[in-house]
C-alpha cells in the first residue's frame, strides 16, 4: 500500500514517446523498476506494481513482452491494463496480428484495454481480439487510429464492457454494413471529434451509434469537439451534431461532460446558454455537468443539478460565490474549476476519476 501511494495515479501520465524520456511517466516507470531493487520482499509487491498497467510504445515492445511472460508465466495474470500504442509500419500488419494473437491468452487478467496504434496502411483492419478476452474487458478505448466502423462487431462480443472511449478523425462511410450493438452493461461512453462538424457527411457519426448502439444503462456521457475552426457557425451546427446521443439517452443521464476545445487542447470555445441549456433540457435527471468557459455556464438553470465543473485556463477574476448560481441552480453543491492543461494528459474524464463528493 505505501508503494502504491508513492506512484501517481496512471490517469496523470501520459505514456506518449513525443512527451521525452524526461516525462513523469518515465520517471515513474524508472521509480517502479528501482523498487523491486531494494529486496526480496519489495521486489514482489514492485513487480505487481509494475507490471499491473503495461503500455506498448514500440513495435519491437510486443515480442519482446511475449518472451517475458512466456519465461515467466507468473506475470501474466498481473496485468491489469494493456495500452497498445506503438506505430505498425507498412507491411507489418500480419506480424502485429499474429503477436497479438499469442498476447492475449497470457493476460488472462486484463480488464482495461486500449488500442491506438496508427498504421501506415489506409485499409488496415481492426485487430482481432481473442474471443476468450473480450467478454473480461471492463473499459475498453479506441484510438483515432482504429476503425470505429470495422471494431462494432468486436462489441457485440464485450458482455461485461461499463466504459467506453472513441476518437474519431474521419466520418463514417455509411450505415447499411453496420451491425446493431447491444451494449447491455455500459455506463459510460466518451466520444472525442477531431473534425469540422458542420460538414454534413460528418453528422452521421452521431446518428449511427445512436441508432445502431443499444446502450439500456448508460448514465455518463461525455462529448469533446476538437477544431480548428471555432466560428460561430461551427458552433450552431455542433448542436445539431450533439443531439441524436443526448436526446437517445439523456432521460437516463446523470453525468454529461460538454467540451468544445482547440485542436491543441486549449482555449475553451464558449458556446451560446441557449445552447448548452438545450443540452440540460434534454437531461432531467442530471446531476453532474462539465464544460468549458466560465461566463457562458453562469445563465444556466437545472432543477437537480448537483455539481459543476468547469474547464478554464485561467482563474476568473474576483471571488465567485456558490450563491451566485444557486439563483437557477437551486440543488448546486459544488463548483470545480478544472485547469485545462490538464486536459492533453488527462482527457476528458477527469472529472469522473475525481468525483466531487
Not at 313 to 328: F, K
Request: negative net charge; charged residues 15%; aromatic residues 8%.
Amino acid at each position: 500500500f505505501i508503494l502504491e501511494c508513492a506512484t501517481p495515479p496512471n490517469i496523470y501520465l501520459d505514456p506518449a514517446i513525443c512527451r521525452g524520456p524526461s516525462s513523469a511517466w518515465c520517471q515513474m516507470l524508472r521509480q517502479l523498476k528501482s523498487f523491486i531493487l531494494v529486496c526480496r520482499v519489495w521486489r514482489d509487491v514492485g513487480t505487481n506494481i509494475l507490471y499491473r498497467c503495461v503500455v506498448i510504445r514500440r513495435f519491437g515492445q510486443i515480442p519482446a513482452l511475449l518472451r517475458t511472460l512466456q519465461g515467466d508465466p507468473k506475470l501474466g495474470p498481473m496485468i491489469h491494463e494493456l495500452q497498445i500504442r506503438c506505430f505498425v509500419p507498412r507491411g507489418y500488419s500480419t506480424v502485429f496480428e499474429q503477436a497479438l494473437a499469442q498476447l492475449w491468452p497470457l493476460c488472462p487478467s486484463t480488464t482495461r484495454l486500449s488500442l491506438d496504434h496508427p498504421m501506415d496502411d489506409p485499409h488496415h483492419e481492426f485487430p482481432s481480439v481473442m474471443d476468450s478476452i473480450l467478454p473480461s474487458i471492463v473499459d475498453l478505448e479506441i484510438g483515432p487510429d482504429c476503425c470505429f466502423q470495422r471494431a462494432l462487431p468486436s462489441l457485440l462480443q464485450c458482455t461485461g464492457l461499463v466504459a467506453l472511449s472513441v476518437h474519431f478523425l474521419e466520418s463514417m462511410d455509411g450505415a447499411d454494413d453496420v451491425p446493431f450493438v447491444l451494449l447491455a452493461s455500459l455506463e459510460e461512453l466518451h466520444v472525442t471529434w477531431n473534425d469540422r462538424p458542420f460538414q454534413s457527411q460528418n453528422t452521421i457519426i452521431s446518428a449511427i451509434i445512436s441508432d445502431r448502439c443499444i446502450m439500456p444503462r448508460l448514465k455518463r456521457l461525455t462529448l469533446v469537439l476538437l477544431t480548428q475552426f471555432p466560428q460561430p457557425p461551427m458552433l450552431a451546427s455542433a448542436s445539431t451534431f450533439y443531439n441524436p446521443l443526448i436526446r437517445a439517452h439523456g432521460e437516463r443521464l446523470t453525468y454529461l461532460s460538454i467540451c468544445f476545445l482547440s485542436i491543441s487542447y486549449s482555449n475553451p470555445i464558449v458556446p451560446a446558454n441557449k445552447e448548452i441549456q438545450s443540452y440540460l433540457d434534454l437531461c432531467p435527471s442530471l446531476q453532474h455537468f462539465s464544460t468549458g468557459g466560465h461566463t457562458g455556464a453562469l445563465g444556466l438553470s437545472h432543477p437537480k443539478l448537483e455539481y459543476l465543473d468547469v474547464w478554464i485556463d485561467s482563474l476568473p477574476s474576483g471571488r465567485c460565490e456558490l450563491s451566485n448560481w444557486q439563483e437557477h441552480l437551486p440543488a448546486l453543491r459544488k463548483i470545480r474549476f478544472l485547469d485545462l492543461a490538464l486536459m492533453g494528459t488527462t482527457g476528458p474524464r477527469l472529472p469522473l476519476v475525481v468525483p466531487p463528493d
